[in-house]
């Protein structure tokens, strides 16, 4: 839309030019507009983290490739085993994120099945805070209760969504083509599910 009316509006000042017969009024610049940016403050609950040990949270590309220039940022040590930090996206960004502890060697996060943290999944629509949880990491596992998280993705006329993608703190799963999915392994806790079609029909959905 904004291609178009660049368009329009160019076409008519090269009419009004051409009208006015070497009369040239050249009209002022217009400022682009800002753009809103959000602050999300992430919360991390971990296990294992040694005295001294760092720990930062990655923020992927998935353009790029995943593993390739990601986006690291140091977290502030609030206790023994919580972290925290503060940081400003653009409104509306899809966030694709994970943690880390150590860079050498970068020790990743697992699910509690100790399968490694693809990416965790936020849409930024506002100012907020998001707690997050760490089952376990590369080096170490998970050994406390595990849940089942289950359901149906419909339309607003009730009709199944396939292919839509599920994230809850990193657990992923695809619905079926009766829009049912299934995840297993999730830790207990707080957590977000998003939910987003993968070919972009639909709007995301979000819900902690």
């Excluded at 000042?13 to 009369?23: D, F, I, P, R, T």
């Excluded at 996206?89 to 943290?117: C, H, M, Q, W």
């Excluded at 170490?140 to 839509?164: C, E, F, H, K, M």
């Amino acid at each position: 839309m904004r291609i178009k009316t660049a368009i329009i509006n160019l076409l008519t000042h090269l009419l009004l030019l051409s009208l006015l017969a070497g009369c040239l009024t050249v009209p002022p610049e217009q400022e682009p507009e800002s753009e809103s940016f959000v602050q999300i403050t992430f919360i991390l609950q971990c296990p294992d983290i040694a005295t001294g040990e760092s720990v930062y949270i990655e923020f992927l590309d998935e353009v790029t490739g995943l593993t390739l220039n990601p986006s690291r940022y140091q977290m502030e040590l609030i206790d023994d085993q919580n972290f925290r930090i503060t940081l400003p996206f653009k409104l509306g960004s899809f966030l694709k994120y994970r943690f880390i502890k150590g860079l050498n060697p970068i020790v990743t996060e697992t699910t509690a099945d100790g399968e490694k943290i693809r990416y965790r999944f936020f849409w930024a629509q506002g100012n907020n805070l998001i707690i997050n949880s760490v089952a376990a990491w590369a080096d170490g596992s998970y050994t406390g209760p595990t849940g089942r998280l289950q359901g149906i993705v419909n339309d607003r006329n009730g009709v199944p969504i396939p292919n839509a993608m599920i994230n809850i703190s990193g657990n992923q799963a695809v619905t079926g083509s009766d829009g049912k999915f299934y995840i297993n392994g999730v830790i207990p806790g707080t957590h977000i599910i998003t939910v987003f079609s993968l070919d972009g029909e639909y709007q995301p959905f979000q819900q902690e």
